[in-house]
């Protein structure tokens, strides 16, 4: 089945710095989406940190703003979140999808860990 798979993640002292990336066909990352970068931490529902929309803009969470950095790719089909200054709010599992009403093809996502 179609999914988007997500890397990138890992353990990370605090201050440090991630990219994480998404990939998937082309089938389901047609540049007219707005692509977007999601969380969830345990006992917490999922939220959307970041998104781009298919013309550059971009829109960012008030709790990563000025420290995440989300990219599209689309000749590649590719999207990224560059984290930096991480910090004990931050670890979760990071998902990317479409920022749609009810966002379908979820992957299993990229584990966050911030830890000193």
């Known amino acids: 089945q179609v999914r988007f798979v997500e890397s990138g993640g890992g353990l990370v002292q605090p201050g440090g710095s991630l990219r994480l990336s998404c990939s998937a066909p082309?089938?389901?990352?047609?540049?007219?989406?707005?692509m977007g970068w999601y969380r969830q931490a345990p006992g917490n529902q999922r939220e959307l940190v970041a998104e781009?929309?298919?013309?550059?803009?971009?829109n960012y969470a008030y709790s990563v703003k000025g420290r995440f950095t989300i990219s599209r790719d689309s000749a590649k089909n590719m999207l990224y979140l560059e984290m930096n200054n991480l910090n004990p709010e931050d670890p979760a599992v990071y998902y990317c999808?479409?920022?749609?009403?009810?966002?379908?093809?979820w992957g299993q996502g990229t584990q966050v860990t911030v830890s000193s």
């Open positions: 999808n479409h920022v749609v009403a009810v966002p379908d093809y």
């Open positions: 082309g089938s389901i990352f047609a540049n007219f989406y707005t």
């Open positions: 781009i929309a298919a013309g550059g803009f971009t």
